[in-house]
């Protein structure tokens, strides 16, 4: 899917450069692997061969999770223009939260670094509500798996983590 802004207007937080190789690169590339993969799972229904298809599943899975996490990440950004790059206010229903869980935006932003910084190889660290505990909460998940597969979990941000 398009972008929701134009390449550059993340900077100076985020480059052009970094975020064009990012989104037509690297997210382009699971893309193109999922379409791949899901032609060729279309071909093995065709014909049949289940065996086949159970072959392609993990492949699916992760270049699938991979398109969505990307997908995600992007509408996780904004630019100033568009509102992004403010801390949510601490009056609001968001920053009340956040207070809860941590204490204070900046006390987020550390904890969410520190967090997210410790995941070794690719993964993704996630802000998230959950709804069982009726509270926000930090999660990463490994290479690209998706962090809606634990309950009650609704995403709010990721960030990549790149190897």
Do not use: C
């Amino acid at each position: 899917p398009p972008l929701p802004w134009e390449i550059h207007s993340l900077e100076p937080v985020l480059s052009g450069f970094i975020i064009d190789y990012h989104y037509f690169k690297h997210h382009q590339t699971y893309l193109n692997n999922l379409n791949d993969l899901l032609k060729k799972h279309d071909e093995a229904k065709d014909r049949g061969d289940v065996l086949e298809m159970i072959k392609l599943a993990p492949g699916i899975r992760f270049h699938g999770g991979g398109h969505i996490n990307h997908t995600f990440f992007w509408h996780s950004l904004s630019p100033k223009h568009l509102g992004g790059g403010e801390h949510p206010s601490s009056s609001s229903k968001f920053g009340t939260e956040i207070h809860k869980a941590w204490g204070s935006v900046d006390k987020l932003i550390v904890d969410f670094n520190a967090k997210t910084a410790g995941i070794q190889g690719s993964g993704w660290g996630w802000l998230v509500w959950n709804s069982q505990v009726k509270g926000l909460e930090y999660v990463s998940t490994k290479d690209q798996d998706l962090v809606t597969e634990k309950p009650g979990v609704v995403p709010l941000l990721n960030i990549d983590v790149w190897e």
